[in-house]
């Protein structure tokens, strides 16, 4: 039962006309890169969050994901020259099965929300530490990759052609993040993430729909760290395994507006881009600077736009546009009644007491 | 054999530590069910006003508890009243992340502040070992186990028999009904805060000599008492206790026994393995 609506359409094709646009504002290869760069974080918030927003799934295991999609393609060009592109289709397989691991675990043992993201965290840590440590994944200097990205005869050697590539990408995944929100699976996810225990009663099968979520996010996952470390031409572990990028990622996403389809994207499009110039322009004199202000916007956003940037634009679209309110007000509908879904507080609070489920 | 005892005891020393910065974390999450993910950030300043006082003012890094506690506790109640207060009864991870970004601000200002070296504090009890049989002890260590062991007891003294602290417990058990109780809850949570922050920074005055630092050491730090405050069963103070003690000695022989850098994956390995099975903490929930 697909009913995408027509409004998401919309929102989607906008969003594809503006990313089209970009380029021929930004005729500078540098801010192309910037753009890149935002384009592949883009892309890892939304699959992020299709685990970590829709089902609740606050998982930092991605980490895992990102390093495999990073590493197997790099190893496998470097030692036996296979092409990236079937190396990231392996990676993606191999991570959406650890991903569906990962939510067998938080089910078999019952791991509340916050246990799970301790956990997997954990995981992320290790990995960082298992691949440092290891001097046939690079160590901690990293993998040199061979050669750049290419379909056909089209080799994406410059940030302009990589830029369309990660885009359709994107767009990829966003459709994907649309459609699961618009369906049975995406309510099922929703089921999960605000009441597990209710949604074992109604009968929902908890375990299949997790896995599921963990999946379809750790495939995406890995396929954007492996375009990442392509477009790169470096593995660098101390970011593509380390779980510090991955905070990022969730904190982009969390500001954007976590389990909204547009938050992630527009978490990314704001704080990565502010967080790069800046450092461009500051970073070398003022070392430390750029992060001191990208601290203060976080505390600002926290502090002020409880839900998210997109609750945030949410409620300015909604009071600019529906300006003769009155009877709206009075009939009790807030003023973002008609967003879909209606984004109310989106989490219930880790319950310090309860032995949880 | 030997090596192996060495092992439990350095551990344990330094586990005790751990454990009482836990409990500042768990009091803090208990009191208000934030999670502080700059509690390491924290320690890590304590650290660098131990280190000002010391290579600026000569002081030496024992005395300065008379200054980081008060620092740290005017801190504490600052960063909840203007900070934390607000967002506190929002989503939990919704306000991690505003710890995060103070996490920020504190690291990349300690950058600004003092630079990107690691740097180490000197201190009396510098290279003084006693030998116990077949165990080395450094004085520095024990200085530190001492004043942690100090520190939680009063800590338990004050939780269990006074009026102050039967109101925490009264907060965490039921906020609405420590407030029918006539507990001012508002004031009790900010000087519970400024408290666990003031136990943060006599902690880091002792733990100073011990360590060298840099302006992003406090993320490890962090990590480590979260997986302290979670084994321990997020708010059995007597479970942090111990848990920070299993996890010191973890540590200990994953340095020792383990080869470099897979040495530092051992307390995460631990945690993993004993939260799977005992998900609610080495002692269960119940404080």
Redesign the interface.
């Known amino acids: 039962m697909r009913t995408i609506s027509i409004r998401s359409w919309v929102q989607v094709c906008v969003f594809a006309a503006l990313c089209l646009l970009l380029p021929t504002v930004v005729a500078d290869q540098y801010y192309m890169s910037i753009a890149v760069l935002t384009m592949l974080v883009i892309g890892l918030c939304v699959s992020w969050n299709i685990a970590g927003g829709f089902a609740g799934m ?1 998982s930092f295991a991605h980490t895992i994901f990102i390093a495999l999609g990073a590493i197997l393609p790099a190893l496998l060009a470097i030692h036996h020259g296979i092409s990236p592109w079937l190396s990231m289709l392996v990676a993606a397989l191999v991570s959406a099965v650890a991903g569906a691991a990962f939510a067998w ?1 938080g089910n078999k ?3 509340n ?3 799970f ?3 997997t ?3 992320a ?2 990995t960082l ?2 691949v ?2 290891t001097r046939s994944l690079g160590g901690s200097a990293g993998l040199s990759i061979p050669g750049q990205l290419s379909i056909g005869g089209l080799v994406f050697d410059t940030p302009s052609k990589t830029y369309y590539l990660v885009m359709v990408c994107v767009l990829v995944v966003l459709i994907v993040s649309v459609a699961i929100r618009a369906s049975k699976f995406g309510f099922y996810l929703i089921a999960l993430r605000d009441n597990v225990s209710a949604a074992r009663g109604i009968g929902i099968p908890v375990l299949k729909y997790s896995a599921y979520s963990m999946a379809v996010s750790a495939a995406f996952t890995a396929l954007f760290g492996g375009l990442y470390t392509q477009y790169f031409l470096y593995m660098d572990p101390y970011r593509v395994a380390s779980p ?1 990028f991955m ?1 990022e990622i ?2 982009f996403t ?2 954007g507006g ?1 389990g909204t389809i547009w938050g992630p994207v527009i978490g990314a499009a704001v704080f990565l881009p502010l967080g790069e110039i800046l450092r461009a322009q500051v970073g070398s004199s ?4 750029p ?2 202000l ?6 600002l956003v ?2 002020f736009a ?1 839900t998210g940037l997109v609750g945030l634009l949410g409620s300015l679209i909604g009071s600019i546009s529906r300006l003769p309110a009155r009877r709206r007000e009075a009939s009790g509908e807030s003023m973002t009644a008609n967003l879909d879904p209606p984004e109310r ?3 219930p ?2 319950e ?2 309860s ?2 489920e | 054999m030997d090596l192996a005892l060495q092992v439990v005891v350095q551990g344990l020393l330094v586990g005790a530590i751990y454990s009482v910065i836990a409990l500042g974390m768990g009091l803090v ?2 009191i208000s ?1 934030v ?1 502080n993910f700059a509690h390491g950030d924290f320690l890590v300043l304590g650290l660098y006003v131990v280190l000002v006082a010391s290579t600026s003012y000569g002081l030496d890094p024992y005395i300065t508890p008379l200054i980081t506690a008060p620092v740290m506790f005017a801190l504490g109640f600052l960063v909840w009243r203007f ?1 934390l207060r ?2 506190a009864a ?6 991690a ?2 710890t ?6 504190l ?3 300690m ?2 502040w003092q630079g ?1 070296n690691e740097r180490r504090v000197r201190s009396i009890a510098e290279g003084t070992v006693y030998s116990v049989g077949v165990v080395d002890l450094e004085l520095s260590k024990l200085i530190a186990f001492v004043t942690a062991s100090a520190l939680a007891g009063g800590l338990f003294f004050t939780l269990q028999r006074t009026d102050y602290g039967r109101s925490i417990r009264a907060i ?2 039921n906020l609405s009904a420590a407030r029918l109780m006539g507990i001012s809850v508002k004031r009790v949570q900010a000087l519970t805060f400024a408290l666990a922050f003031a136990i943060t920074g006599v902690a880091a005055s002792v733990f100073a000599p011990l360590v060298t630092f840099g ?1 992003f050491t406090g ?1 490890r730090y962090t ?1 480590i008492v ?2 302290v405050v ?1 084994v321990g069963g ?2 059995n103070f007597l479970g942090i206790l111990l848990a920070g003690l299993v996890i010191g000695v973890t540590e200990a022989a994953g340095s020792v026994y383990l ?4 040495g ?2 051992m307390p ?2 631990a ?2 393995l004993i ?2 099975l005992l ?2 903490g080495l002692l269960g ?2 404080s």
């Open positions: 606050f675990m043992f019952q791991l929300v916050l246990t993201a301790l956990v965290l954990g995981f840590e290790l530490v298992m440092t440590g510090i905070i969730v904190l969390t500001l976590l003022v070392p430390g600077l992060e001191i990208t601290g203060f916007a976080v505390i926290v502090s409880r507080a989106l989490f609070r880790i310090p007491n032995g949880k | 999450y208990s069910g999670l900070l607000r967002v929002g989503h939990p991870i919704v306000v992340q505003l995060l970004g103070i996490a920020f601000i690291q990349n200002g950058l600004l990107a965490h058990q302006p993320f990590l979260f997986i979670i997020m708010t080869p470099a850098t897979y530092t994956a995460y390995i945690f993993i939260i799977l998900p609610n929930r119940r």
